[in-house]
């Protein structure tokens, strides 16, 4: 570590996606769109499994929990990237960087860990089906959850602990439009090849395993349902491409971020943009418009509420 004054950092500027006016301006309608709809389709999906009946089955828990993840992973850097785009000077207080640090963490470790209980619900629905109920009861879904919850925090603690006292002198741009860990690492006064090594080291545990145990689950649930009947394994595909799908859009960039860097400033701003933006508006996408039980949840809910209008 380099032995000179280290002054006190109280802000970070944050250099945001574009620097042209009028670029910026259409950047913030469009992020503005995005992240309206990324929290109303993610809400809706909630709702639905809360007050549909029919849907009151583990795979629709699990996936009302994805959808509370989703919409609170957007919401730790969007709405900031938003009101930044407006902004001469985009600064953002250390604790409010370091905050950005351990909830992005924290989520994002979660929901891997929680795309890995959903593919244990669909192997034990397509593999074990007679003992599905018993085996992905409430009080095993609830503590699956938590778990993925847990494993989370403490990877974002991990995280946390390790950054906060890193020793930060003048420089305190960072080239994106959140705090990412590695873009912070870089302006610490010491040498950091070791430090992003244990950070490396730490995602590729929590992202490799997952990804891997995911590949891993669907590879034998394919197989599985290869060998069943052809109508019913023909809505397990469905549901099975469906969590395939989006186990890809969120992984993939999380990879070559986090645990294989490719070190390419406007490739991991996009990377970035992706899994916080995109993913949690294609999620509830994907899961409603290949869902025959979702969409017939929707239909029942609208004519419900204009029944309810039509007796006011």
Known sequence: MDGGNHSLVSEFVLLGLAHSQNIQALLFMIFLMLYLLIVSGNIVIMVLITTDPHLHSPMYF??????????????????????????????????????????????????????????????????????????????????????????????????????????????????????????????????????DILMYADCGVVGVTCFILLLISYTYILITVRRSSKAGASKALSTCTAHITVVMIFFVPCIFIYVWPLNITWLDKFLAVFYSVFTPLLNPAIYTLRNKEMKNAMRRFINNYMDSQGKS
């Open 62 to 195: 699990l996936l009302a929990n994805l959808s509370f993840v989703d919409m609170w992973l957007s919401s730790v850097t969007t709405p900031k990237m938003i009101t930044d785009f407006f902004r001469e000077n985009k600064t953002i207080s250390f604790s409010g960087c370091m905050s950005q640090v351990f909830f992005a963490h924290c989520i994002a470790a979660g929901e891997m860990v929680l795309l890995v209980v959903m593919a244990y619900d669909r192997y034990v629905a397509i593999c074990k089906p007679l003992h599905y109920f018993t085996i992905m009861n409430l009080k095993r879904c609830t503590g699956l959850v938590l778990t993925s919850w847990t494993i989370g925090f403490v990877h974002a603690l991990s995280h946390l602990v390790v950054i906060v006292e890193l020793p930060f002198c003048s420089a305190k741009e960072i080239d994106s439009f959140f705090c990412d860990m590695p873009l912070v690492i870089k302006l610490a006064c010491m040498d950091s090849h070791n430090l």
